[in-house]
């Protein structure tokens, strides 16, 4: 697998923070990572943005409506979400937002907590390609890489997002 020179990830997050700072003047936003690029950016962007309410994490192992293909990831967590989503304003955060199978996933396991008022999907990287009707509302970076790349975020300290050649692709 070749890896191509990747991009600051720095700069990003202050632009994901200044798009998401409107919708984080309602009291009391809560903001949801889904593990694992999603939850070290969400990790990020709630101690810089300050939020009330603590951090909650999930991990839609469980949820992938596609893990008869893929397999069932070898390190499932337990999702933590640490305040009532009912009726309230969530921010849910991931790294790349693909075909939208994963939100999907993330948004069925936070409704298995309560329903929500308004889901804002916040992701690092829109690299289109959906298979489901789910855009994000805050995308840092659009990209449309060539067939047989992946963007792959590295972390969690430092964070490094890569453009990768996936193996037996052109």
Partial sequence: MSTKPGWDVEPLLEAMMRSLAPWCQEAETGMIGIYTGGAWIARRLHAAMGLDLPLGEVDISFYRDDFSHIGLHPQVRASH??????????????????????????????????????????????????????????????????????????????????????????
């Fill in 81 to 170: 979400i640490p305040f009532d989503v009912d009726g309230r304003q969530i921010i849910l955060v991931d790294d790349v937002c693909y075909t939208g199978r994963t939100v999907r996933a993330a948004m069925n396991e936070i409704f298995d907590y309560g329903r929500p008022a308004r889901i804002i999907l916040a992701v690092l990287v829109d690299r289109g390609g959906r298979e489901l009707p789910i855009q994000p509302d805050v995308a840092a970076l659009r990209l449309t890489p060539v067939p047989g790349e992946a963007i792959k975020l590295i972390g969690p300290e430092p964070l490094c997002l890569e453009l990768r050649q996936v193996e037996g692709r052109p």
